[in-house]
């Protein structure tokens, strides 16, 4: 055996758990979060009917969302400094309103949309990058990033997402509906969410995403999962059976012929490429 020195030994460890890190690193950006509410943002006005216009996103999305069956993409690269001023001036916008006065669909309508255009702008800010998680430290991405400030709270995007509309709202279809910007991702809706649409839009975009490769799909007789499913099971039911009964709700016919009596474990999979639109060798 070589006869290592002290320090060549623990160079050797160092190594070992540097690639252990590195290897985990997709996992450790966007693990599970456990769900917790903070209390400030609990509080609605159910006698409102007030609603918050997001026409300003919406152009964005007509503009720049390009619709592709199996995952839309966005394009960054075309983006102009007016429409990204625009989008700046819709979270201004977002930024200068108390979501406590508005009641429950609103307020859901209102943070997803906020996420998405967060994320989008967060993206146009550090263009050209390859993914998400290059920006920050490149190892815990920007989720724990303060992004703005709204009633006097600072807010990241994993506050948004985990300590808002998981924790307050408890419905599995919100990981359909918030985009991180990579292929991966349930993609960004073409239109705006709005009160008035919001169960079609939850639907839709589950049904959407179960029925996209990226979502649920087989290959070899073998249940390839988006990690979606791994990283956040609990919200999907408490075993297997139940993550599968969920699936199934949302299925096309052709997807539940193949998940009838399925009972092997599935495996898990995710990429996190930028959602951009290809540029045309």
């Known amino acids: 055996m070589l006869n290592l020195s002290l ?4 160079l050797i460890l160092l190594l070992l758990v540097i690639g252990l890190l590195l290897a985990q690193k997709s996992y450790t950006l966007y693990q599970a979060v456990s769900p ?12 409102s009917h007030q609603q918050i ?5 919406q152009d964005i999305l007509t503009t720049y969302l390009v619709d592709l069956e199996q995952g839309r993409t966005f394009n960054y690269r075309d983006v102009s400094p007016r429409d990204q001023q625009k989008l700046s001036d819709y979270l201004n916008q977002l930024q200068s309103i108390d979501p406590q006065n508005y009641n429950k669909n609103e307020q859901l309508a209102y943070w997803i949309n906020l996420y998405n255009a967060l994320t989008v702008n967060l993206i146009l800010n550090h263009y050209p990058i390859a993914s998400i998680k290059d920006i920050g430290d490149g ?12 009633s006097g709270q600072q807010l ?3 506050q948004i997402e ?3 509309l998981r924790a307050i709202w408890q419905d599995s279809r919100i990981h359909y ?3 991180c910007a990579s292929t991966s991702c349930p993609d960004l809706g073409l239109k705006a969410f709005s009160s008035s649409h919001i169960e079609q839009q939850l639907d839709h975009a589950a049904t959407r995403f179960i029925n996209q490769t990226k979502g649920v799909r087989f290959s070899h007789q ?25 699936i199934n709700h949302y299925a096309r016919p052709s997807l539940q012929q193949q998940l009838k009596n399925y009972q092997a474990q599935p495996k898990f999979s995710y990429q996190w490429q930028l959602n951009q639109q290809r540029t045309e060798p």
Not at 7 to 10: D, G, N
Not at 41 to 47: G, P, V, Y
Not at 228 to 240: C, R, T
């Open 222 to 246: 073998t249940l390839i999962l988006s990690s979606i499913y791994h990283w956040f099971s609990d919200d999907f039911g408490a075993d297997q059976a139940e993550l599968l009964k969920h």
């Open 7 to 10: 320090t060549a030994k623990f």
């Open 36 to 47: 917790s509410p903070i209390a400030f943002w609990q509080i609605s006005n159910e006698h």
């Open 53 to 57: 216009n997001h026409q300003l996103w």
């Open 162 to 164: 985990h300590k808002i």
């Open 177 to 179: 509906v918030i985009n």
């Open 139 to 150: 190892f815990t991405g920007p989720w724990n990033i303060p992004q703005l400030i709204i």
């Open 156 to 158: 990241s995007l994993n």
